[in-house]
Nanobody, 116 residues
Framework: QVQLVESGGGLVQPGGSLRLSCAAS????????MGWYRQAPGKQRELVAQ???????NYADSVKGRFTISRDNPKNTVYLQMNSLKPEDTAVYYC??????????WGQGTQVTVSS
């Protein structure tokens, strides 16, 4: 059974930092592109950052220079380091795993709230 389990969310003040983790099981993790998405209330889910199986990364313009995605294949885990957080980063953050010709998988989400 495939599981993607996010952790690390919480309440942080503007300008603060959080690191999200997503631990995967039941998939050949190293061949999957891993992504972090977020969904704020009343808004569509959007891509925040993605890292390919080869380690190439891309980011939404709104988080470039502030967020960093990384992966640890032996630990089957992808991370999202979030610095200089802003109130507009408040959302539920979801982990996604995708690979060509295979089903895509989602985690259950973790809440990030940026507020003073």
């Amino acid at each position: 059974q495939v599981q993607l389990v996010e952790s690390g969310g919480g309440l942080v003040q503007p300008g603060g930092s959080l690191r999200l983790s997503c631990a995967a099981s039941g998939i050949a993790f190293s061949i999957y592109a891993m992504g972090w998405y977020r969904q704020a209330p009343g808004k569509q889910r959007e891509l925040v950052a993605q890292i390919t199986s080869g380690g190439n990364t891309n980011y939404a313009d709104s988080v470039k220079g502030r967020f960093t995605i990384s992966r640890d294949n032996p630990k089957n885990t992808v991370y999202l380091q979030m610095n200089s957080l802003k109130p507009e980063d408040t959302a539920v953050y979801y982990c996604n795993a995708r690979s060509p010709a295979r089903p895509s998988f989602w985690g259950q989400g973790t809440q990030v709230t940026v507020s003073s």
